[in-house]
Protein backbone atom coordinates (compact mmCIF):
# COMPACT_ATOMS: atom_id res chain seq x y z
CA UNK A 1 0.00 0.00 0.00
CA UNK A 2 1.22 3.37 -0.90
CA UNK A 3 1.39 6.60 0.97
CA UNK A 4 0.89 9.66 -0.67
CA UNK A 5 2.64 12.95 -0.09
CA UNK A 6 0.11 15.74 1.20
CA UNK A 7 0.18 18.36 -0.52
CA UNK A 8 2.40 21.42 0.80
CA UNK A 9 0.54 24.63 2.34
CA UNK A 10 2.16 26.59 -0.53
CA UNK A 11 0.25 24.28 -2.85
CA UNK A 12 -3.22 23.97 -0.19
CA UNK A 13 -2.87 28.21 -0.37
CA UNK A 14 -2.70 27.95 -4.46
CA UNK A 15 -5.70 25.86 -4.85
CA UNK A 16 -7.88 28.00 -2.81
CA UNK A 17 -7.07 30.51 -5.41
CA UNK A 18 -8.44 28.63 -8.04
CA UNK A 19 -12.11 28.27 -5.98
CA UNK A 20 -12.02 32.10 -5.24
CA UNK A 21 -14.22 33.88 -8.05
CA UNK A 22 -13.00 37.14 -7.44
CA UNK A 23 -9.41 35.99 -7.92
CA UNK A 24 -7.60 39.64 -8.95
CA UNK A 25 -4.22 40.53 -10.74
CA UNK A 26 -3.12 42.04 -7.22
CA UNK A 27 -3.28 38.87 -5.81
CA UNK A 28 -1.25 36.79 -8.37
CA UNK A 29 1.22 39.68 -8.21
CA UNK A 30 2.25 38.06 -4.90
CA UNK A 31 1.64 34.47 -5.55
CA UNK A 32 5.00 32.81 -5.61
CA UNK A 33 6.76 31.74 -9.31
CA UNK A 34 6.91 27.93 -7.89
CA UNK A 35 2.89 28.00 -7.69
CA UNK A 36 2.22 28.98 -11.41
CA UNK A 37 2.92 25.60 -13.56
CA UNK A 38 0.75 23.48 -11.35
CA UNK A 39 -2.20 26.18 -10.23
CA UNK A 40 -2.00 26.64 -14.52
CA UNK A 41 -2.08 23.14 -14.73
CA UNK A 42 -5.07 22.30 -12.51
CA UNK A 43 -7.16 25.40 -13.61
CA UNK A 44 -6.70 24.14 -17.28
CA UNK A 45 -8.26 20.76 -16.70
CA UNK A 46 -10.97 22.50 -14.07
CA UNK A 47 -12.30 24.84 -17.03
CA UNK A 48 -11.44 28.01 -14.35
CA UNK A 49 -11.38 30.65 -17.07
CA UNK A 50 -11.33 33.49 -15.39
CA UNK A 51 -8.87 32.21 -13.81
CA UNK A 52 -6.55 31.11 -16.96
CA UNK A 53 -7.41 34.65 -18.47
CA UNK A 54 -5.39 36.07 -15.39
CA UNK A 55 -2.76 33.82 -14.95
CA UNK A 56 -1.74 34.37 -18.42
CA UNK A 57 -1.25 38.04 -18.06
CA UNK A 58 0.29 37.82 -14.93
CA UNK A 59 2.59 34.78 -16.26
CA UNK A 60 6.20 35.00 -15.00
CA UNK A 61 8.18 32.90 -17.44
CA UNK A 62 9.06 33.85 -21.39
CA UNK A 63 7.55 30.76 -22.55
CA UNK A 64 4.00 29.52 -21.95
CA UNK A 65 4.24 25.36 -23.44
CA UNK A 66 0.82 24.91 -23.95
CA UNK A 67 0.84 21.72 -26.66
CA UNK A 68 -0.13 19.08 -23.83
CA UNK A 69 -2.59 20.49 -21.88
CA UNK A 70 -5.00 21.23 -25.43
CA UNK A 71 -5.02 17.37 -25.50
CA UNK A 72 -7.26 17.35 -22.48
CA UNK A 73 -10.61 18.37 -24.26
CA UNK A 74 -11.05 21.93 -23.30
CA UNK A 75 -11.84 23.82 -26.13
CA UNK A 76 -13.42 26.41 -23.59
CA UNK A 77 -10.09 26.34 -21.46
CA UNK A 78 -8.20 27.22 -24.43
CA UNK A 79 -9.99 30.02 -25.82
CA UNK A 80 -9.61 31.23 -22.35
CA UNK A 81 -6.18 31.58 -22.88
CA UNK A 82 -6.22 33.45 -25.70
CA UNK A 83 -8.41 35.84 -24.23
CA UNK A 84 -6.31 36.48 -21.70
CA UNK A 85 -3.30 37.09 -24.65
CA UNK A 86 -5.64 39.54 -26.43
CA UNK A 87 -5.64 41.51 -22.84
CA UNK A 88 -2.17 41.35 -22.76
CA UNK A 89 -1.83 42.45 -26.71
CA UNK A 90 -4.67 45.54 -26.65
CA UNK A 91 -4.26 47.26 -23.54
CA UNK A 92 -1.37 49.55 -22.39
CA UNK A 93 -0.03 49.07 -19.65
CA UNK A 94 1.13 45.19 -18.80
CA UNK A 95 1.29 43.47 -15.23
CA UNK A 96 4.50 44.06 -13.34
CA UNK A 97 5.53 40.12 -13.42
CA UNK A 98 4.69 40.11 -17.12
CA UNK A 99 7.41 38.18 -19.02
CA UNK A 100 5.36 36.02 -21.64
CA UNK A 101 6.69 36.23 -25.41
CA UNK A 102 6.27 33.16 -26.80
CA UNK A 103 2.98 30.76 -26.39
CA UNK A 104 4.01 27.60 -27.69
CA UNK A 105 2.15 24.47 -29.46
CA UNK A 106 4.43 22.76 -30.60
CA UNK A 107 5.01 18.93 -29.61
CA UNK A 108 6.66 18.27 -26.12
CA UNK A 109 6.84 15.08 -24.32
CA UNK A 110 3.30 14.06 -22.62
CA UNK A 111 4.15 14.71 -18.77
CA UNK A 112 5.70 18.09 -19.40
CA UNK A 113 4.02 19.95 -16.96
CA UNK A 114 3.69 17.27 -14.15
CA UNK A 115 7.28 16.85 -14.18
CA UNK A 116 7.63 20.45 -14.46
CA UNK A 117 5.73 21.35 -11.61
CA UNK A 118 7.09 18.59 -9.29
CA UNK A 119 10.58 20.35 -10.52
CA UNK A 120 8.93 23.96 -9.38
CA UNK A 121 7.63 22.26 -5.77
CA UNK A 122 11.13 20.46 -4.45
CA UNK A 123 13.15 24.21 -6.08
CA UNK A 124 14.96 21.97 -8.31
CA UNK A 125 13.68 24.23 -11.07
CA UNK A 126 17.02 26.07 -11.87
CA UNK A 127 18.93 22.70 -12.01
CA UNK A 128 16.50 21.19 -14.58
CA UNK A 129 16.68 24.48 -16.54
CA UNK A 130 20.44 24.59 -17.00
CA UNK A 131 20.72 20.96 -17.90
CA UNK A 132 17.47 21.44 -20.75
CA UNK A 133 18.50 21.71 -24.04
CA UNK A 134 17.39 25.20 -24.82
CA UNK A 135 14.14 25.36 -27.03
CA UNK A 136 14.95 27.76 -30.10
CA UNK A 137 13.73 30.85 -30.92
CA UNK A 138 12.35 32.21 -34.36
CA UNK A 139 15.09 34.80 -35.89
CA UNK A 140 11.91 37.12 -36.68
CA UNK A 141 10.82 37.32 -33.22
CA UNK A 142 13.08 40.28 -33.20
CA UNK A 143 10.66 42.40 -34.91
CA UNK A 144 8.06 44.74 -33.85
CA UNK A 145 5.40 41.98 -32.88
CA UNK A 146 5.15 41.69 -29.10
CA UNK A 147 3.73 37.90 -29.20
CA UNK A 148 4.98 34.97 -30.95
CA UNK A 149 3.03 32.01 -31.63
CA UNK A 150 4.77 28.76 -32.56
CA UNK A 151 2.50 25.53 -33.63
CA UNK A 152 3.24 22.28 -35.71
CA UNK A 153 1.07 21.82 -38.55
CA UNK A 154 -0.80 18.63 -39.05
CA UNK A 155 -2.77 19.46 -42.13
CA UNK A 156 -4.68 15.42 -42.20
CA UNK A 157 -8.20 15.62 -42.84
CA UNK A 158 -10.69 17.52 -44.74
CA UNK A 159 -11.61 20.04 -41.95
CA UNK A 160 -9.50 21.02 -39.65
CA UNK A 161 -9.41 20.18 -35.84
CA UNK A 162 -11.40 22.56 -33.55
CA UNK A 163 -7.98 24.09 -31.50
CA UNK A 164 -6.38 24.95 -34.66
CA UNK A 165 -9.69 26.27 -36.14
CA UNK A 166 -10.06 28.82 -33.22
CA UNK A 167 -6.38 29.44 -32.99
CA UNK A 168 -6.27 30.16 -36.80
CA UNK A 169 -9.26 32.40 -36.56
CA UNK A 170 -7.89 34.41 -33.86
CA UNK A 171 -4.59 34.89 -35.40
CA UNK A 172 -5.73 36.14 -38.85
CA UNK A 173 -8.11 38.80 -36.70
CA UNK A 174 -4.75 39.93 -34.81
CA UNK A 175 -1.89 39.44 -37.78
CA UNK A 176 -0.60 42.70 -37.12
CA UNK A 177 0.27 42.07 -33.06
CA UNK A 178 2.09 38.88 -33.21
CA UNK A 179 4.16 36.16 -35.18
CA UNK A 180 2.89 32.88 -36.28
CA UNK A 181 5.56 30.37 -36.62
CA UNK A 182 5.53 27.00 -38.04
CA UNK A 183 8.91 25.25 -38.24
CA UNK A 184 6.72 21.74 -39.03
CA UNK A 185 4.51 21.34 -41.50
CA UNK A 186 2.97 18.04 -42.18
CA UNK A 187 0.39 17.68 -45.30
CA UNK A 188 -0.91 13.85 -45.18
CA UNK A 189 -4.75 14.70 -47.10
CA UNK A 190 -6.49 18.10 -47.28
CA UNK A 191 -7.99 20.10 -50.52
CA UNK A 192 -5.78 22.34 -51.73
CA UNK A 193 -7.82 25.36 -51.48
CA UNK A 194 -8.06 24.82 -47.21
CA UNK A 195 -4.13 24.21 -47.73
CA UNK A 196 -3.35 27.42 -49.19
CA UNK A 197 -5.87 29.65 -46.82
CA UNK A 198 -3.73 28.55 -44.06
CA UNK A 199 -0.02 28.78 -45.76
CA UNK A 200 -1.11 32.25 -46.86
CA UNK A 201 -0.92 32.93 -42.90
CA UNK A 202 2.13 31.18 -41.83
CA UNK A 203 5.49 33.14 -42.28
CA UNK A 204 6.78 30.60 -45.13
CA UNK A 205 10.29 31.44 -44.24
CA UNK A 206 10.37 30.08 -40.74
CA UNK A 207 9.56 26.43 -42.03
CA UNK A 208 12.17 24.10 -41.36
CA UNK A 209 10.39 20.79 -42.13
CA UNK A 210 8.17 20.10 -44.39
CA UNK A 211 6.61 16.51 -45.61
CA UNK A 212 4.01 16.05 -48.15
CA UNK A 213 2.04 12.22 -48.34
CA UNK A 214 -1.44 12.81 -49.86
CA UNK A 215 -1.28 11.33 -53.30
CA UNK A 216 -1.32 14.28 -55.61
CA UNK A 217 -0.65 14.59 -59.20
CA UNK A 218 1.03 16.93 -60.89
CA UNK A 219 -1.34 19.36 -61.51
CA UNK A 220 -1.62 20.17 -57.64
CA UNK A 221 1.79 19.96 -57.45
CA UNK A 222 2.07 23.24 -59.55
CA UNK A 223 -0.32 25.01 -56.99
CA UNK A 224 1.87 24.24 -54.10
CA UNK A 225 5.18 25.31 -55.90
CA UNK A 226 5.18 28.62 -56.01
CA UNK A 227 5.15 28.25 -51.80
CA UNK A 228 7.97 25.41 -51.74
CA UNK A 229 10.40 28.59 -53.05
CA UNK A 230 9.75 30.97 -50.05
CA UNK A 231 10.29 28.09 -47.43
CA UNK A 232 14.08 30.14 -47.69
CA UNK A 233 15.18 28.45 -44.07
CA UNK A 234 13.71 25.02 -45.19
CA UNK A 235 16.09 21.93 -43.87
CA UNK A 236 14.18 18.58 -44.42
CA UNK A 237 11.98 18.14 -47.77
CA UNK A 238 9.45 14.81 -47.64
CA UNK A 239 7.55 14.01 -50.97
CA UNK A 240 5.39 10.52 -51.21
CA UNK A 241 2.86 9.08 -53.36
CA UNK A 242 3.22 12.48 -56.27
CA UNK A 243 2.19 10.55 -59.67
CA UNK A 244 1.86 11.76 -63.20
CA UNK A 245 -1.82 12.38 -64.09
CA UNK A 246 -2.72 10.44 -67.54
CA UNK A 247 -4.37 13.80 -68.75
CA UNK A 248 -0.44 15.21 -68.78
CA UNK A 249 1.26 15.42 -71.68
CA UNK A 250 5.25 15.01 -72.06
CA UNK A 251 5.53 18.09 -72.83
CA UNK A 252 2.87 19.74 -69.57
CA UNK A 253 5.24 17.00 -67.65
CA UNK A 254 8.59 18.71 -68.52
CA UNK A 255 6.93 22.12 -67.56
CA UNK A 256 5.77 21.35 -65.01
CA UNK A 257 8.78 19.53 -63.71
CA UNK A 258 11.18 22.50 -64.43
CA UNK A 259 8.55 24.70 -62.46
CA UNK A 260 9.04 22.57 -59.21
CA UNK A 261 12.67 21.74 -59.36
CA UNK A 262 13.76 25.25 -60.14
CA UNK A 263 12.37 26.49 -56.81
CA UNK A 264 15.52 24.33 -55.00
CA UNK A 265 17.31 27.14 -56.47
CA UNK A 266 15.92 29.16 -53.56
CA UNK A 267 15.96 26.64 -50.87
CA UNK A 268 19.95 27.29 -49.47
CA UNK A 269 19.65 25.81 -46.25
CA UNK A 270 18.28 21.96 -47.36
CA UNK A 271 19.82 19.19 -45.74
CA UNK A 272 17.47 16.23 -45.61
CA UNK A 273 15.86 15.23 -49.17
CA UNK A 274 13.50 12.04 -49.17
CA UNK A 275 11.26 11.19 -52.21
CA UNK A 276 8.90 8.14 -52.02
CA UNK A 277 6.71 6.55 -54.91
CA UNK A 278 7.20 10.04 -57.02
CA UNK A 279 7.01 8.87 -60.54
CA UNK A 280 7.81 12.06 -62.10
CA UNK A 281 11.55 11.78 -61.39
CA UNK A 282 12.12 9.06 -64.24
CA UNK A 283 14.26 10.76 -66.50
CA UNK A 284 13.90 13.99 -65.02
CA UNK A 285 16.46 13.54 -61.53
CA UNK A 286 19.41 15.81 -63.08
CA UNK A 287 16.25 18.14 -63.03
CA UNK A 288 16.39 18.44 -59.21
CA UNK A 289 19.92 17.43 -58.85
CA UNK A 290 21.23 20.70 -60.79
CA UNK A 291 19.23 23.04 -58.77
CA UNK A 292 20.46 21.65 -55.61
CA UNK A 293 22.37 25.05 -53.41
CA UNK A 294 23.89 22.59 -50.63
CA UNK A 295 25.36 19.65 -49.68
CA UNK A 296 22.82 17.59 -48.39
CA UNK A 297 23.39 14.78 -45.64
CA UNK A 298 20.27 12.77 -46.23
CA UNK A 299 19.29 11.63 -49.52
CA UNK A 300 16.17 9.40 -50.12
CA UNK A 301 15.19 8.25 -53.55
CA UNK A 302 12.62 4.96 -52.67
CA UNK A 303 10.36 2.81 -55.07
CA UNK A 304 10.59 5.16 -57.74
CA UNK A 305 11.71 4.40 -61.40
CA UNK A 306 14.76 5.53 -62.06
CA UNK A 307 16.34 5.63 -65.66
CA UNK A 308 19.99 4.59 -66.08
CA UNK A 309 20.94 8.09 -67.01
CA UNK A 310 19.36 9.32 -63.81
CA UNK A 311 21.70 6.67 -61.84
CA UNK A 312 24.45 8.23 -63.98
CA UNK A 313 23.37 11.87 -63.17
CA UNK A 314 23.17 10.94 -59.36
CA UNK A 315 26.77 10.12 -59.07
CA UNK A 316 28.17 13.16 -60.91
CA UNK A 317 26.27 15.13 -58.66
CA UNK A 318 28.50 17.68 -56.61
CA UNK A 319 25.66 18.28 -53.49
CA UNK A 320 25.69 14.82 -52.32
CA UNK A 321 29.35 13.89 -51.51
CA UNK A 322 28.89 15.23 -47.81
CA UNK A 323 26.02 12.60 -47.59
CA UNK A 324 25.36 10.53 -44.33
CA UNK A 325 22.46 8.36 -45.36
CA UNK A 326 21.76 7.38 -48.72
CA UNK A 327 18.63 5.20 -49.09
CA UNK A 328 18.18 3.59 -52.72
CA UNK A 329 15.43 0.79 -51.76
CA UNK A 330 13.01 -0.33 -54.00
CA UNK A 331 14.93 1.35 -56.85
CA UNK A 332 14.95 -1.41 -59.42
CA UNK A 333 18.60 -1.60 -60.81
CA UNK A 334 19.03 -5.33 -62.27
CA UNK A 335 19.51 -4.26 -66.05
CA UNK A 336 21.43 -1.88 -64.98
CA UNK A 337 25.37 -0.97 -64.42
CA UNK A 338 26.44 0.04 -61.45
CA UNK A 339 29.52 1.63 -62.22
CA UNK A 340 27.49 4.93 -61.52
CA UNK A 341 26.58 3.49 -57.91
CA UNK A 342 30.22 2.47 -57.63
CA UNK A 343 31.34 5.84 -58.05
CA UNK A 344 28.52 7.14 -55.86
CA UNK A 345 29.81 5.59 -53.02
CA UNK A 346 33.26 6.78 -53.85
CA UNK A 347 32.35 10.39 -53.35
CA UNK A 348 30.62 9.75 -49.72
CA UNK A 349 32.77 6.96 -48.47
CA UNK A 350 34.48 9.40 -45.96
CA UNK A 351 31.06 10.63 -44.56
CA UNK A 352 28.41 8.18 -45.12
CA UNK A 353 26.86 6.10 -42.32
CA UNK A 354 23.55 4.68 -43.60
CA UNK A 355 23.17 2.78 -46.64
CA UNK A 356 20.04 1.15 -47.36
CA UNK A 357 19.77 -0.73 -51.27
CA UNK A 358 17.02 -3.36 -50.46
CA UNK A 359 14.61 -4.80 -52.75
CA UNK A 360 16.88 -3.12 -55.42
CA UNK A 361 17.08 -6.63 -57.73
CA UNK A 362 20.78 -6.35 -57.66
CA UNK A 363 22.18 -9.65 -59.15
CA UNK A 364 25.53 -11.89 -58.76
CA UNK A 365 27.27 -10.11 -62.08
CA UNK A 366 26.22 -6.57 -60.32
CA UNK A 367 27.42 -7.07 -56.92
CA UNK A 368 31.18 -7.16 -58.01
CA UNK A 369 31.12 -3.67 -59.07
CA UNK A 370 30.30 -1.91 -55.51
CA UNK A 371 32.39 -4.17 -53.29
CA UNK A 372 35.67 -2.32 -53.74
CA UNK A 373 33.87 0.87 -53.33
CA UNK A 374 31.94 -0.13 -49.94
CA UNK A 375 34.63 -1.84 -48.37
CA UNK A 376 35.96 2.19 -48.12
CA UNK A 377 33.05 3.48 -46.12
CA UNK A 378 34.80 3.31 -43.46
CA UNK A 379 31.88 5.54 -41.05
CA UNK A 380 29.35 3.22 -42.30
CA UNK A 381 27.47 2.03 -38.94
CA UNK A 382 24.13 0.66 -40.61
CA UNK A 383 23.97 -1.28 -44.08
CA UNK A 384 20.78 -3.20 -45.61
CA UNK A 385 21.07 -5.23 -48.32
CA UNK A 386 17.60 -7.25 -48.26
CA UNK A 387 15.43 -8.90 -50.93
CA UNK A 388 18.41 -8.54 -53.63
CA UNK A 389 18.55 -12.69 -55.18
CA UNK A 390 22.40 -13.66 -54.46
CA UNK A 391 23.51 -16.41 -54.02
CA UNK A 392 25.47 -17.97 -51.61
CA UNK A 393 28.77 -17.23 -52.95
CA UNK A 394 28.34 -13.74 -53.78
CA UNK A 395 26.80 -13.13 -50.02
CA UNK A 396 30.14 -14.53 -48.47
CA UNK A 397 31.97 -12.35 -50.81
CA UNK A 398 29.83 -9.38 -49.71
CA UNK A 399 30.48 -10.54 -45.82
CA UNK A 400 34.24 -11.24 -46.62
CA UNK A 401 34.20 -6.79 -47.77
CA UNK A 402 32.36 -5.06 -44.94
CA UNK A 403 34.85 -6.75 -42.72
CA UNK A 404 37.42 -4.13 -42.17
CA UNK A 405 34.13 -1.53 -41.49
CA UNK A 406 34.78 -1.03 -37.54
CA UNK A 407 31.97 0.99 -36.65
CA UNK A 408 29.56 -1.32 -38.45
CA UNK A 409 27.02 -2.30 -35.92
CA UNK A 410 23.65 -3.39 -37.77
CA UNK A 411 24.13 -5.84 -40.70
CA UNK A 412 20.45 -6.69 -42.74
CA UNK A 413 21.54 -9.13 -45.78
CA UNK A 414 18.74 -11.99 -47.57
CA UNK A 415 18.85 -15.54 -47.14
CA UNK A 416 20.82 -16.40 -50.43
CA UNK A 417 19.24 -18.24 -53.52
CA UNK A 418 20.23 -21.69 -52.34
CA UNK A 419 17.79 -21.26 -49.30
CA UNK A 420 14.74 -21.59 -51.55
CA UNK A 421 12.84 -23.82 -53.59
CA UNK A 422 12.30 -23.76 -57.47
CA UNK A 423 8.90 -22.53 -56.57
CA UNK A 424 10.54 -19.43 -54.77
CA UNK A 425 9.04 -20.50 -51.32
CA UNK A 426 11.44 -20.96 -48.18
CA UNK A 427 13.50 -24.76 -47.61
CA UNK A 428 13.45 -25.13 -43.91
CA UNK A 429 15.11 -27.98 -43.94
CA UNK A 430 17.93 -26.53 -45.72
CA UNK A 431 18.11 -22.58 -44.52
CA UNK A 432 18.94 -23.52 -40.84
CA UNK A 433 22.23 -25.36 -42.40
CA UNK A 434 22.72 -22.28 -44.79
CA UNK A 435 22.85 -20.37 -42.23
CA UNK A 436 25.24 -22.51 -39.69
CA UNK A 437 27.68 -22.33 -42.54
CA UNK A 438 26.74 -18.34 -42.52
CA UNK A 439 27.60 -18.02 -38.92
CA UNK A 440 30.73 -19.81 -39.23
CA UNK A 441 32.17 -17.92 -41.97
CA UNK A 442 31.21 -14.19 -40.46
CA UNK A 443 32.95 -15.66 -36.94
CA UNK A 444 36.02 -17.01 -39.12
CA UNK A 445 36.17 -13.30 -40.55
CA UNK A 446 35.09 -10.79 -37.08
CA UNK A 447 32.91 -10.43 -34.54
CA UNK A 448 30.05 -8.96 -35.46
CA UNK A 449 27.83 -6.76 -33.38
CA UNK A 450 24.29 -7.50 -34.85
CA UNK A 451 23.70 -9.22 -38.23
CA UNK A 452 20.48 -10.71 -39.69
CA UNK A 453 19.70 -12.53 -42.92
CA UNK A 454 16.27 -11.86 -43.92
CA UNK A 455 13.57 -13.81 -46.05
CA UNK A 456 11.27 -12.59 -49.28
CA UNK A 457 8.30 -11.32 -48.41
CA UNK A 458 5.62 -13.34 -47.66
CA UNK A 459 2.90 -14.04 -50.67
CA UNK A 460 0.33 -13.77 -47.81
CA UNK A 461 1.24 -11.27 -44.77
CA UNK A 462 3.58 -8.88 -47.24
CA UNK A 463 6.36 -9.16 -44.37
CA UNK A 464 9.86 -10.22 -44.15
CA UNK A 465 11.22 -12.68 -41.87
CA UNK A 466 14.69 -11.74 -39.74
CA UNK A 467 17.22 -14.76 -38.45
CA UNK A 468 20.21 -13.87 -36.33
CA UNK A 469 22.85 -16.20 -36.38
CA UNK A 470 21.86 -17.72 -33.46
CA UNK A 471 18.37 -18.07 -33.22
CA UNK A 472 15.94 -20.35 -34.70
CA UNK A 473 13.13 -18.50 -34.83
CA UNK A 474 12.13 -15.43 -36.89
CA UNK A 475 13.75 -12.27 -34.85
CA UNK A 476 10.84 -9.75 -36.19
Not at 344 to 373: F, M, R
Request: with cysteine; proline share 5%.
Amino acid sequence: MSIRTPPRLLELAGRSLLRDQALAMSTLEELPTELFPPLFMEAFSRRRCEALKLMVQAWPFRRLPLRPLIKMPCLEAFQAVLDGLDALLTQGVHPRRWKLQVLDLQDVCENFWMVWSEAMAHGCFLNAKRNKKPVQDCPRMRGQQPLTVFVELWLKNRTLDEYLTCLLLWVKQRKDLLHLCCKKLKILGMPFRNIRSILKMVNLDCIQEVEVNCKWVLPILTQFTPYLGHMRNLQKLVLSHMDVSRYVSPEQKKEIVTQFTTQFLKLCCLQKLSMNSVSFLEGHLDQLLSCLKTSLKVLTITNCVLLESDLKHLSQCPSISQLKTLDLSGIRLTNYSLVPLQILLEKVAATLEYLDLDDCGIIDSQVNAILPALSRCFELNTFSFCGNPISMATLENLLSHTIILKNLCVELYPAPRESYDADGTLCWSRFPQIRAELMKRVRDLRHPKRILFCTDCCPDCGNRSFYDLEADQCCC
